[in-house]
């Protein structure tokens, strides 16, 4: 295969993900092989390719193509999730842009329009990790609303409502105004806002004891709520309020009487002590409310608007209520005083509006009992976290776990089936025909007819189809024997988010433990978030995120898959900047080169012997690649795949291209070896298959360039290098390698300090104790002359220290001496200033004895540093002035 001088993606990369699918190497069926399982988390199905998607699926993607080529059956499950609430606001949204009102439309004219505009934009976001180069297994692809995930969440329902594990009541639930629906605890984020504190007069009824104008004074920072005031609370330990013990007040603007109650749950130290209850607006108030008997008011519409409760102020938005009632409260002196007050206020996850706590009558699934064997996998570490920091997390909330609200007011979604009966009540069954069955028996009429029957409006929380995910994508839920479910179940890794812990990874493993006894899968790595050079967290309303398929035209695949994992260990958030792509297509084009390089050495007749210098290097790469390949392994293995890329790169980079190809390169104009180059043709080989799960497209191009290749070969199901035992001659020579490497360091060192053109030959001189063995590579390395085992060094001669050997290369010939004297006498200047400055650190007995221990060893190594440089300098500095 001809290769072009420079590496063009656009080239590369369609052409060989085609061929890749063309011969279904993405595909699993079960075997005799060990499986590899990982399904992906299913992103919104109108959505598109963010920053953090490319961070996620490219380290699953590397860890999939890395398990097929280490012999596994690998089977990564693409899909999408129908996302509730974010689909039904676009399609509502997009239907106000033509003039139609959802309310205007019925529940299946409105479907029709979901289903069209889900249809029309979903998959995207498939066809876009295509771009990447996922290899998800394409003939797998789920979605949580098709017809088998759909009856999977229908008939989990059942069955949990069965088990007595799903209730339906009126209770507390966070209301989202945006959405018109509740949400879990769990889709609400608490952000600190700059708000009021408002001190408002409540006047005491009068009894005769009390004067016209007394007043409690109550501190609420949610004025519009006061509609709701069912009563004010006070603690009965709270001496400055035992004056309104058994008494009432009217509440302002509403005119209504409350009596005062008596609760240690009030903080006698905030505000006035005095609160105001608000049963249907405030999850305290709500308790209180039950405690006490009170009344509960709902004053707010499902749009956040204020209902009938709300007097003239009926009809209009909650915080447009908030600013008019304060200037009526001022108006009518009913306002003591504000103060700026800072609280913690929840949003809506999905809508980022201000949630409205809202009592509501919603369905529930009791977690406690369900989560302790989900709690016990993670402790015991049958279930791993990647990093283990996020064990603490989990355990919290797990161990605090509330009821979870699975309803959502929505039409899109899957709908609850729970029948309402004609006289009350209602059923639950998984089909419309067992609802009817039940329903005859429930109500002893026979002659119950379908239509008789009323299904629940509300739909399931999207996260409650997502939890079944690693079993339903298998069908494991309606057929819980199958074939792919008993062979690929339990998954191997999955790759996701720490802010989803919760909403997914905990609630994901309870199911798998309620409907499969086991963990759902082995480990959790957890990602970090992409944030830009501000440390802002990347989104498009901040306008602050690249687009991703722009990226990858423009360094190539290889190169923003690479660019996102230089700087990306596990857990850590990603401070991203273009210039890591830039620096991806920066080694792609290093492999291009270095390949270029290789393939156009012309081969030298077969009784043309190796050099000693390329035999010595073929044995010193073939023990540090060898052990390179362990390192990586052990990264792999430990989930330090950041790290594991990094050793790749620099075994290529640094080892491969800057020492090797070096070694081993023939003279301008010569050929090279067979042996040596049939050698280097193997270690590039191995070095693909390293690099192939980070940088797949480059890596099949070269691979299939490397050699003759049959029809259906490809470097993604080649072997993975595996390391093996070191031996005691591979680890010597890699040992005696870092002292040649510092020779050759500081000869090239000694040439650009001393400008010294690479053309000119120097001569080196060694101690007794120096090596021979390497001569020939050193003298190539750094075009020596010769090497001469001398007992002085020469005058004139530049000295350096290797281990404790001392190294000499005589100048006098290639330099200035009366510049190589003032610039030794000023370098002695500095380093005797600098090892003054140690000494008094040192000879200070308080920061010897208080430092770290540490810290004073690091400074003693820079006192003999810099006192052995000091006696080189010296005594160069006497050569020369001989």
């Given at each position: ?249 009217i509440v302002p603007v509403a005119n209504r009487e409350v009596p005062i109650i008596e609760d240690e749950y009030v903080d006698i130290e905030f505000g006035t002590g005095c609160l105001k209850v608000t049963p ?147 059923v639950v069954a998984a089909t419309p025909e067992k609802a009817l069955q039940l329903a005859r028996e429930k109500t002893g009429n026979r002659s119950l007819q379908p239509a008789d029957l009323r299904q629940d ?426």
């Amino acid at each position: 295969m001809e290769i072009e001088s420079k590496y063009d993606p656009s080239r590369v990369e369609g052409k060989w993900y085609d061929y890749w699918v063309e011969n279904r190497f993405f595909h699993s069926e079960p075997d005799g092989r060990e499986p590899f399982t990982v399904v992906i988390p299913p992103p919104n199905v109108t959505g598109v390719l963010h920053m953090g998607h490319m961070l996620n699926n490219t380290i699953q993607d590397i860890l999939v193509r890395r398990a097929r080529m280490t012999g596994k059956n690998a089977c990564w499950v693409p899909g999408t999730d129908h996302a509730s609430i974010a689909t039904e606001a676009k399609v509502v949204a997009k239907l106000a842009s033509e003039g139609i009102e959802k309310s205007a439309l019925s529940r299946d004219e409105f479907l029709t329009h979901a289903w069209d505009w889900t249809h029309r934009h979903g998959g995207i976001i498939l066809e876009q990790l295509k771009k990447l180069g996922a290899s998800c297994d394409w003939d797998r692809t789920c979605f949580t609303m098709d017809a088998k995930r759909s009856e999977s969440v229908i008939r989990t329902f059942a069955d949990l409502y069965e088990k007595g594990l799903i209730y339906r009541g009126v209770r507390m639930v966070n209301w989202d105004p945006a959405a018109r629906t509740a949400l879990s605890d769990e889709e609400v984020i608490y952000r600190e806002q700059q708000g009021k504190l408002y001190y408002l007069r409540y006047r005491i009824v009068s009894d005769g004891a009390a004067g016209p104008d007394e007043y409690a004074v109550v501190a609420t920072t949610r004025p519009e709520t006061i509609f709701g005031d069912t009563a004010v609370c006070i603690n009965p330990n709270d001496p400055k309020n035992a004056h309104l013990k058994g008494r009432k007040v009217i509440v302002p603007v509403a005119n209504r009487e409350v009596p005062i109650i008596e609760d240690e749950y009030v903080d006698i130290e905030f505000g006035t002590g005095c609160l105001k209850v608000t049963p249907a607006h405030d999850v305290n108030d709500y308790m209180l409310g039950e405690k006490y008997g009170l009344e509960t008011v709902d004053i707010f519409n499902g749009d956040g608007t204020l209902n009938a409760h709300g007097l003239h102020y009926a009809g209009m938005d909650r915080f447009e209520v908030r600013r008019e009632i304060e200037a009526e409260l001022e108006r009518t002196g009913l306002m003591e005083k504000t103060e700026p007050y800072v609280n913690k206020v929840g949003f809506s996850e999905r809508t980022h509006v201000p949630i409205e706590p809202k009592l509501s009558m919603q369905w529930f699934l009791k977690m406690e009992k369900l989560a302790r064997p989900a709690l016990d996998a993670v402790e015991d570490d049958t279930i791993r976290f990647h990093p283990a920091k996020f064990k603490n997390m989990y355990r919290h909330w797990m161990e605090n776990v509330k009821d979870w609200c699975i309803s959502r007011q929505l039409w899109w979604g899957h709908r609850i089936p729970a029948y309402y009966l004609p006289q009350g009540g209602y059923v639950v069954a998984a089909t419309p025909e067992k609802a009817l069955q039940l329903a005859r028996e429930k109500t002893g009429n026979r002659s119950l007819q379908p239509a008789d029957l009323r299904q629940d409006e509300d739909v399931l929380d999207t996260w409650f189809s997502s939890w079944l995910w690693p079993i339903s994508v298998f069908d494991g839920i309606n057929e819980p024997d199958n074939r792919d479910i008993t062979y690929y179940y339990p998954t191997n890794d999955l790759i996701t988010a720490p802010e989803i812990i919760f909403f997914w990874v905990a609630r994901m493993i309870i199911s798998g433990f309620e409907y499969r006894h086991l963990p759902c899968f082995r480990n959790v790595y957890f990602t970090g978030i992409v944030r830009d050079k501000q440390g802002r967290k990347m989104s498009k309303s901040l306008g602050n995120s690249p687009d991703p398929i722009e990226l990858m035209e423009k360094y190539g695949a290889d190169g923003v898959r690479m660019g996102m994992l230089l700087s990306s260990p596990a857990g850590n958030d990603l401070p991203f900047e273009e210039a890591l792509c830039e620096q991806g297509r920066n080694f792609s084009n290093k492999i291009w080169n270095a390949f270029r390089l290789v393939k156009g050495w012309e081969t030298a007749s077969g009784d043309t012997p190796q050099p000693r210098s390329a035999a010595i290097a073929v044995r010193w790469f073939g023990a540090q690649l060898n052990r390179a390949v362990g390192k990586i392994d052990d990264s792999f293995g430990k989930y330090r795949i950041s790290e594991a890329l990094m050793d790749v790169y620099k075994l290529f980079w640094d080892d491969f291209s800057s020492w090797y190809l070096e070694m081993i390169k023939p003279g301008y104009q010569q050929p090279v070896d067979r042996k040596s180059l049939e050698a280097t043709l193997a270690f590039f080989d191995s070095l693909l298959r390293l690099l192939h799960p980070f940088m797949p497209f480059i890596t099949e191009e070269l691979w299939q360039a490397l050699a003759d290749r049959r029809p259906g070969e490809s470097i993604m199901i080649s072997d993975m290098p595996l390391p093996r035992a070191e031996t005691r001659e591979e680890a010597g020579i890699l040992d005696d390698f870092g002292d040649v490497r510092d020779v050759i360091a500081n000869i090239r060192s000694i040439r650009l300090q001393k400008n010294i053109a690479q053309k000119e030959t120097l001569v080196l001189q060694v101690p007794a104790s120096h090596d021979a063995a390497y001569d020939t590579v050193i003298s190539k390395m750094t075009n020596l002359s010769a090497i001469e085992k001398t007992p002085e060094k020469t005058p004139g001669s530049v000295s350096f220290l290797v281990g404790t050997r001392e190294y000499a290369v005589p100048l006098l010939a290639n330099i200035n001496a009366d510049e190589e004297i003032a610039r030794l006498e000023a370098e002695i200047e500095y380093t005797e200033g600098f090892l003054a400055s140690v000494m008094k650190k040192l000879g200070n007995a308080k920061f010897v004895a208080n430092a770290n221990p540490d810290v004073v060893a690091n400074e003693r190594k820079k006192q003999s540093d810099a006192q052995t440089r000091l006696s080189t300098l010296h005594e160069n500095l006497a050569q020369l002035k001989k």
